[in-house]
């Protein structure tokens, strides 16, 4: 069983930077793809990007590429989501998840991860 925990979420103004991390414990953290999520209020959650067990493969949602990196240090058991140039409608709970299986963004279907965090609200005020 792994669990995850997200941190570093805040209030921000347009335009500013965050960086969320999400320390995963109960498991062997390089076996598992991580992916980062977040769900607006009122919308769905969606996929923001996910990176491989050994970190060498990424992938992103076309609205948040070139803004957002996804990293991650396999020594820490944590994974990382750098967010720059944000705007109001990034505002959102941000979760991090692990999978058994890398996924791209593109390939991704809804109940493809196997564990999830609780999440970490980002408010960008304008």
């Known amino acids: 069983q792994v669990q995850l925990v997200e941190s570093g979420g805040g209030l921000v103004q347009a335009g500013g930077s965050l960086r969320l991390s999400c320390a995963a414990s109960?498991?062997?953290?390089?076996?598992?793809?991580m992916g980062w999520f977040r769900q607006a209020p009122g919308k769905e959650r969606v996929i923001l990007a996910i990176?491989?067990?050994?970190?060498?493969?990424?992938s992103y949602a076309e609205s948040v590429k070139g803004r957002f990196t996804i990293s991650r240090d396999n020594a820490k058991n944590t994974v990382y989501l750098q967010m720059n140039s944000l705007k109001p409608e990034d505002t959102a709970v941000y979760y991090c998840?692990?999978?058994?299986?890398?996924?791209?963004?593109?390939?991704?279907?809804?109940?493809?991860?196997?564990?999830w965090g609780k999440g970490t609200l980002v408010t960008v005020s304008s």
């Open positions: 109960g498991g062997a953290f390089y076996h598992y793809a």
């Open positions: 998840a692990a999978a058994d299986i890398y996924y791209s963004v593109p390939n991704y279907r809804s109940g493809g991860m196997d564990y």
């Open positions: 990176i491989s067990g050994a970190g060498r493969s990424t």
